[in-house]
């Protein structure tokens, strides 16, 4: 069983001790925040110990493997100290706030043959899974993916919603796109909380993106279209169209997040297998970095 320490036990941080508790043993956490987060681990997970010394946590050698689930701007200066530590990493998204960030950090990992996972929790949906097999053997013609959310306002749509979406259609492509378009932003409780964006891959598919964080109801869906076949996804089930009707294909029985985590764990002894998570990484931060240009 993989050794671990975690950084960060916010909303995200509790989580991510819950679902890697079960797959591992979590020796560690690095706490800087409240009280009352330092209180609910003691209480929920006693056998982890609390530290604020984030250094005496990378010189542990029983340490296999660090997650980070910290605010956006230190992702880059935690992410880095792990790994030229020697540790594997598993980072919240974004991997990091620059496309330079992000690649500096992609290659240390490949040079110190470590794994980078970076939380891009749709590319590891149980639901998805059927969609992201036959996208490997059947070429997409055509996908769209809707978010619809209220707020919040105060954090940055582009690293928070949109490279969320971004991994998708990499994930679901398996290329890097020919073009990425913005073509269409709208500002009401912030200067952006409407996004439309156009993604042309080779062959000239398309994958638009729709954000908006202006909706009284919460949802995501996804829309692929195969030569013969079109699936819609949303967080309850898989359906594919027959006929004049969707038909339910798969239903969500494991956690997301859970499936996640496992997939880290399995790919801290695959180096050969991990790179693509860095590389997603890096390729979302980009793409966002190419967006953000064409904001006025």
Request: overall charge neutral.
């Given at each position: 069983?993989?050794?671990?320490?975690?950084?960060?036990?916010?909303?995200?941080?509790?989580?991510?001790?819950?679902?890697?508790?079960?797959?591992?043993?979590?020796?560690a956490c690095v706490h800087n925040g409240n009280d009352k987060n330092k209180q609910w681990l003691k209480k929920k997970f006693p056998s982890i110990s609390i530290t604020?010394?984030?250094?005496?946590?990378?010189?542990?050698?029983?340490?296999?493997?660090?997650?980070?689930?910290?605010?956006?701007?230190?992702?880059?200066?935690?992410?880095?100290?792990?790994?030229?530590?020697?540790?594997?990493?598993?980072?919240?998204?974004?991997?990091?706030?620059?496309?330079?960030?992000?690649?500096?950090?992609?290659?240390?990992?490949?040079?110190?043959?470590?794994?980078?996972?970076?939380?891009?929790?749709?590319?590891?949906?149980?639901?998805?899974?059927?969609?992201?097999?036959?996208?490997?053997?059947?070429?997409?013609?055509?996908?769209?993916?809707?978010?619809?959310?209220?707020?919040?306002?105060?954090?940055?749509?582009?690293?928070?919603?949109?490279?969320?979406?971004?991994?998708?259609?990499?994930?679901?492509?398996?290329?890097?796109?020919?073009?990425?378009?913005?073509?269409?932003?709208?500002?009401?409780?912030?200067?952006?909380?409407?996004?439309?964006?156009?993604?042309?891959?080779?062959?000239?598919?398309?994958?638009?993106?729709?954000?908006?964080?202006?909706?009284?109801?919460?949802?995501?869906?996804?829309?692929?279209?195969?030569?013969?076949?079109?699936?819609?996804?949303?967080?309850?089930?898989?359906?594919?169209?027959?006929?004049?009707?969707?038909?339910?294909?798969?239903?969500?029985?494991?956690?997301?997040?859970?499936?996640?985590?496992?997939?880290?764990?399995?790919?801290?002894?695959?180096?050969?297998?991990?790179?693509?998570?860095?590389?997603?990484?890096?390729?979302?931060?980009?793409?966002?970095?190419?967006?953000?240009?064409?904001?006025?």
């Amino acid at each position: 069983m993989k050794t671990l320490a975690i950084v960060g036990i916010g909303y995200w941080g509790k989580n991510l001790i819950r679902v890697f508790s079960e797959i591992a043993e979590i020796k560690a956490c690095v706490h800087n925040g409240n009280d009352k987060n330092k209180q609910w681990l003691k209480k929920k997970f006693p056998s982890i110990s609390i530290t604020t010394d984030y250094e005496s946590v990378l010189n542990d050698p029983k340490i296999d493997a660090i997650i980070i689930a910290t605010s956006n701007r230190t992702h880059y200066r935690l992410t880095k100290g792990a790994l030229l530590a020697g540790k594997h990493v598993f980072v919240e998204k974004p991997l990091a706030t620059t496309a330079d960030q992000a690649k500096e950090l992609k290659s240390i990992s490949e040079k110190n043959q470590l794994s980078l996972f970076v939380g891009y929790i749709f590319c590891h949906h149980p639901t998805l899974q059927p969609v992201y097999n036959r996208a490997e053997d059947q070429p997409i013609k055509w996908a769209r993916f809707s978010w619809n959310k209220l707020g919040k306002f105060g954090r940055d749509i582009f690293l928070d919603l949109v490279g969320h979406s971004v991994a998708i259609a990499l994930r679901l492509f398996s290329a890097y796109p020919d073009r990425v378009e913005l073509v269409d932003t709208y500002g009401i409780g912030s200067n952006i909380d409407i996004v439309s964006i156009r993604m042309v891959f080779p062959s000239n598919r398309v994958f638009h993106i729709t954000i908006n964080r202006l909706s009284p109801k919460s949802q995501k869906s996804l829309q692929v279209l195969f030569e013969d076949e079109l699936f819609f996804w949303t967080e309850e089930g898989l359906y594919e169209f027959y006929d004049t009707e969707f038909e339910l294909v798969s239903e969500t029985h494991e956690e997301p997040l859970l499936a996640e985590a496992k997939q880290f764990i399995s790919e801290i002894d695959q180096y050969s297998v991990q790179r693509s998570s860095a590389e997603l990484g890096y390729n979302v931060n980009q793409i966002i970095q190419r967006l953000r240009e064409n904001v006025i």
